[in-house]
């Protein structure tokens, strides 16, 4: 099973700050399968970003995800209020799918 | 527009079973692969199992076998999840989610509280 890293555990940012979220996997993984998620406090998770970099419908362009094999980045331009939350990555090979343990942004 | 509805919250005595629905609309059932994801208090995320709604084909993880079913009903656009032989670490909420390109999870439920206690 593909295990999913994500560096920092808690990023602390002030708004219209650079944010850069990393997850790594314990193996190469395909990019067509790593997808990132938002998920706020009561809510359920939000779609971020699916195929690496490919924004799901309704997201902003300050959202944006790249990488390849076993590291990959989630990169918000510049945090607005609305964005502290936390994001986890998640992948999906031989009929598994995992999540990484996640990133909190929080406000600085 | 697309919705998942879950059922309520469940208080459970360890050893039970609990099955949690999740009602499908605003798409075609069939046409999209359903996942369960559990998220225990204060933790991450943990996927489940998938089932294909058109088939009724199922995929669980591993950590589950045994102990989880899924299951659907096509006439009501709903799929089901039960686990059973509760205990204490399965407290958590329990999402459904529809899969684009499958594993893609772009809609959930609203998540259902499942508490194990004596």
């Known amino acids: 099973e593909i295990v999913l890293t994500q560096s920092p555990g808690t990023l602390s940012l002030s708004p219209g700050e650079r944010a850069t979220l990393s997850c790594r996997a314990s193996?190469?993984?395909?990019?067509?399968?790593l997808a990132w998620y938002q998920q706020k406090p009561g809510q359920a998770p939000r779609l971020l970003i699916y195929g690496a970099s490919s924004r799901a419908t309704g997201i902003p362009d300050r959202f944006s995800g790249s990488g390849s094999g076993t590291d990959f980045t989630l990169t918000i331009s510049r945090l607005e209020p609305e964005d502290f939350a936390v994001y986890y990555c998640q992948q999906y090979g031989s009929s598994v799918l995992t999540f990484g343990g996640g990133t909190k942004v929080e406000i600085k | 527009q697309v919705q998942l509805v879950q059922s309520g919250a469940e208080v459970k005595k360890p050893g039970a079973s609990v099955k949690v629905s999740c009602k499908a609309s605003?798409?075609?059932?069939?046409?999209?692969?359903m996942h369960w994801v559990r998220q225990a208090p204060g933790q991450g995320l943990e996927w489940m199992g998938i089932i294909n709604p058109s088939s009724g084909g199922t995929s669980y993880a591993q950590k589950f076998q045994g102990r989880v079913t899924m299951t659907r009903d096509t006439s009501t656009g709903t799929v089901y999840m039960e686990l059973s032989s509760l205990r204490s670490e399965d407290t958590a909420v329990y999402y459904c989610a529809r899969g684009v390109r499958i594993v893609d999870l772009d809609y959930w439920g609203q998540g259902t509280l499942v508490i194990v206690s004596s």
């Open positions: 193996q190469s993984v395909s990019s067509s399968y």
């Open positions: 605003g798409y075609t059932f069939t046409n999209f692969y």
